[in-house]
């Protein structure tokens, strides 16, 4: 019903900068109702989110990521993005775009875009 496809990922060196985009298909008028979110994971550690971004616009970060993220929507080309500034080497993992259900949870996944920042 609702897909999304990250791009956007590569190898960059600490200090740089790199940007995602999540591009969402299907019921883009219920993305567009959506929350949101860019998640990361890297090999043994847990999911976690890094930024969120509502409907309105309203956004959010983890506090690693404060200043130097910055998450974005584009409802009129139905896609979400996450520019990546200052890259620190801790940054390397999967960064996953989802989109958040009020009473549902995080319901939609892309399939993931690999980060790796080198020092």
């Known amino acids: 019903q609702v897909q999304l496809v990250e791009s956007g990922g590569g190898l960059v060196q600490a200090g740089g900068s790199l940007t995602l985009s999540c591009a969402a298909s299907g019921s883009i008028f219920s993305i567009n109702a959506m929350a949101m979110g860019w998640y990361r994971q890297a090999p043994g550690n847990q999911r976690e989110l890094v930024a969120a971004i509502t409907s309105g616009g309203s956004t959010n970060y983890v506090d690693f990521v404060q200043g130097r993220f910055t998450i974005s929507r584009d409802n009129a080309k139905n896609a979400v993005y996450l520019q990546m500034n200052s890259l620190k080497p801790e940054d390397t993992a999967v960064y996953y775009c989802?989109?958040?259900?009020?009473?549902?949870?995080?319901?939609?996944w892309g399939q993931g875009a690999q980060v790796t920042v080198s020092s």
């Open positions: 989802a989109a958040h259900s009020e009473n549902r949870g995080w319901i939609h």
